[in-house]
């Protein structure tokens, strides 16, 4: 799974990146985010792209009680074409989740060990990412939910499962603002090639979602 990832890129950065004109609302760096906290996200109004923030933990369109959005952070890319949850939006509500690493807890015969994975040679990259909005009597809410596949042989070590990190060349194809079937969208997902990663022991500190800061991301020694 994806639970916990970081984002510390300048603004200027993610705009250039990403063929953004806007500047982005509220932006600011962060060490730490977490389930249920606002994440940056990307998508194609069938104008441009556009960057700006949703809810972390899906809550479809059709849901009566929006707390089942904590329950759906992750998506499994093998099956989301299938769920009633991520059918329609593997079709034509898919975004780009920007980050520049993610941690990731592995198992060892002392507990659990943070580890921070990045990519070898990418300082800014994208998750793909499915979104909804929510209307109730009293809030809209745009929400969105990570892809996951089978870890990789580098993250084997460290966890099963892994998100889907898109790469450099394929985040524009995500999202493009044209409608595919569900099937198309795994299909897409399957055949992308994976980023050779990097990674390292953090400390426990980032274990809190409370927790901000370098620390979070400060090598054990």
Known sequence: MC??????AEEAEILREYGIERPIDGYEPRYNIA?????????????????GYMK????????????????????RSETAHEKPSYKRLM???????????????????SGK??????????????????????EGEEESLYTCTIL?????????PIHN???VILPKGRQDQWIEPVKWSPSDAKGFVEQLTMDDLRAYEVSDY????????????????
């Open 56 to 75: 972390w933990g899906l809550v479809p369109s059709w849901a009566k009680d929006p707390k089942i959005g904590y329950k759906m952070i992750n998506a």
């Open 161 to 163: 499962r892994m998100p």
């Open 113 to 134: 060990q943070p580890v921070r994975i990045q990519p070898e040679n990418r300082p800014l990259f994208a998750f793909a990412g499915l979104w909804d909005q929510w």
């Open 3 to 8: 639970g916990r990832y970081t984002l510390l």
């Open 91 to 109: 079709s034509q509500k898919r975004c780009l989740i920007v980050a520049d690493s993610f941690y990731e807890w592995q198992k060892t015969e």
């Open 35 to 51: 389930p249920g906290q606002k994440v940056l996200a990307v998508i194609h109004d069938g104008k441009q792209k556009r960057a």
């Open 148 to 156: 996951t596949q089978d870890a990789n042989e580098f993250m084997a």
């Open 206 to 221: 980032v274990n809190s979602a409370k927790n901000e800061g370098p620390d979070c991301i400060t090598p054990l020694a």
